[in-house]
């Protein structure tokens, strides 16, 4: 489904990464390790389809991401560095926008349905100013819950995290997993997802 | 698509309703500034008729300026700007309900106090309505071309000044019909030619520099 053909990044001078490849079917989950600095990040970004790599190709079901465009973004969850909400807004306003903007409308049951599953139950009027780094993460990890897409793309999804809204992440990606859905992360924390066939790749070795 | 541009409105609006002082410093400079003109020429009518059509026009421009460095610069740094433009619709979409949303919280406000400013300036009530309507439809072209540099500059530092030098040459025009109009309606003459060019210029900068904007933040996000 998800293939990268020799993919090459150059950052000014330097080579982050050349000749990386990878293909990745239904199901499956694909581990990115390296120092920091490696490109995991960059690579990640590349597989969205933000940056455009210097070198070789990125393919979605045998098309190139960046011909097929908003219909690769349609079958895409990107979870950032950042966590992308929006300070001044609710978790539950930030919900609504971003499914709004995902073009997947959601009922407001359906969004505190979500906030109830990443354990935000009970904040949902507070504005995210006032929520800790793991809230906040955990307001953007709701996208996971209800958004309904193939593949995600998630980097450092566990940053923040506590024990159990670990436990929590992990059976959520192997039931992705074992919906057909595809995974690409990284993490620098030792986790199991339970039951998925697992790929890795390591940058800068 | 019509939808996602609605919503982005209304996101924005909303952000901007729970911080009402990034508003309030674009209306309130923008009264200063005029406020300013007639405190220091003096109170000669003659003068102030005058001048007013500029110093409100220059004004507007730069209240608009004073909001622009904040369109997109909140969204690249908390991460939304990725999510806008990973959405599964293209991104000048998205720059276009920005576009519209920093007009209706800068350029829709200038709009609605020019007319009370235009009183300073022993403007006749004609002329007022020329200059709130010449504002209306003006400030939709600023807000679009602004857009372009806004976009252009984001994650530069000491962008707000580069921002300024990039945008304000491009403003000319807008401030010549602009201001143009009420000249005329001051002079008794007509004035529909300046609308029409105005209009055309929002028009055009609607239509056009939400795509330039759109090709700028892909840059930025790279």
Redesign the interface.
């Known amino acids: 489904m998800l293939s990268a053909l020799n993919l090459e990044c150059l950052r000014g001078e330097r080579r982050l990464f050349r000749g990386i490849g990878f293909t990745l079917a239904a199901g499956e989950l694909l581990f990115l390790e390296g120092q920091n600095g490696a490109g995991k990040t960059t690579l990640l970004r590349m597989l969205c389809g933000l940056t455009p790599p210097n070198a070789g190709e990125i393919r979605w079901q045998g098309e190139e991401i960046r011909h097929l465009d908003d219909d690769f973004h349609a079958r895409l969850c990107y979870l950032g560095h950042q966590n992308a909400i929006k300070e001044d807004l609710t978790p539950l306003e930030n919900i609504c926008a971003s499914a709004h903007l995902a073009d997947e409308p959601l009922s407001e049951d359906d969004a505190l349905n979500a906030l109830e599953q990443v354990g935000l139950m009970g904040r949902e009027d507070l504005t995210c100013r006032y929520l800790s780094q793991g809230q906040k993460r955990r307001v953007a990890l709701a996208r996971l819950v209800h958004e309904r897409r193939a593949l995600w793309i998630l980097d450092e999804p566990f940053v923040a995290l506590d024990t159990q809204a670990v436990t929590w992440l992990s059976g959520v990606i192997g039931a992705h997993l074992r919906r057909g859905g595809l995974t690409v992360m990284t993490t620098h924390q030792a986790v199991a997802i339970p039951a998925a066939p697992t790929r890795h790749l390591r940058l800068g070795a | 698509m019509l ?2 541009i609605l ?2 409105i209304a ?1 924005d609006l ?2 901007a309703w ?2 009402p002082a990034d508003v309030c410093s674009v209306v309130f400079f923008f009264i200063l500034v005029a406020s300013l003109f007639p405190l220091g020429v003096g109170p000669e009518t003659e003068v102030l008729r005058r001048l007013a059509p500029g110093v409100i026009w220059v004004g507007a421009l730069l209240a608009t300026m004073l909001s622009l460095p904040r369109m997109f610069a909140e969204d690249f ?4 700007l ?9 991104l000048g979409l998205v720059a276009l309900g920005k576009t519209l949303a920093h007009w209706l919280v800068s350029g829709l406000p200038l709009a609605l106090i020019a007319p009370l400013l235009g009183l300073q300036f022993d403007l006749p009530p004609e002329a007022l309505a020329t200059l709130a309507f010449s504002v209306f439809i003006g400030t939709p072209a600023l807000s679009g071309i602004g857009a372009i540099g806004a976009a252009l500059t984001l994650g530069l530092r000491g962008g707000g000044v580069l921002l300024s030098l990039l945008v304000l040459p491009l403003y000319i025009p807008v401030l010549i019909f602009g201001a143009g109009a009420v000249d005329a309606s001051i002079s008794g003459m007509s004035f529909t030619a300046h609308f029409f060019l105005l209009a055309a210029l929002t028009v055009g900068g609607l239509a056009i520099a939400p795509w330039a904007a759109a090709a700028a933040l892909k840059i930025a ?2």
């Open positions: 939808r996602v919503h982005i996101r909303r952000l729970r911080r740094h908390d991460g939304a990725e999510q806008l433009a990973l959405a599964p619709c293209p996000l790279e």
